[in-house]
């Protein structure tokens, strides 16, 4: 059974940080990353990365944001900083497999107070 599962979520003042973590089981992941819905959005990008090591990030949170990847754990970051108000939302972990399958996480709240 292939789960991703997510941590480190919360309510935290504007230009704080965060770091959530996704553990996967079950596969192996090509790509993973992190997606976000905020209220009355539709979900988006927030960053990727690969297996070697590329990434991409959504315009909004370059250089504020770091994905990361810790390949012997199966485990994907995002490493947080400057934290405004607008990048509250629910977070999801992503993950595609080496055969094209996706997976979601069942998603972590992150809250920015101004």
């Known amino acids: 059974q292939v789960q991703l599962v997510e941590s480190g979520g919360g309510l935290v003042q504007a230009g704080g940080s965060l770091r959530l973590s996704c553990a996967a089981s079950g596969s192996i992941f090509s790509i993973m990353g992190w997606y976000r819905q905020a209220p009355g959005k539709q979900r988006e990008l927030v960053a990727t990365g690969t297996s070697g090591r590329n990434t991409n990030y959504a315009d909004s949170v370059k250089g504020r944001f770091t994905i990361s990847r810790d390949a012997a754990k199966n485990t994907v970051y995002l490493l947080m900083n400057s934290l405004k108000p607008e990048d509250t939302a629910i977070y999801y972990c992503?993950?595609?497999?080496?055969?094209?399958?996706?997976?979601w996480g069942q998603g972590t709240q992150v809250t920015v107070s101004s």
């Open positions: 992503y993950g595609k497999t080496v055969v094209g399958r996706e997976y």
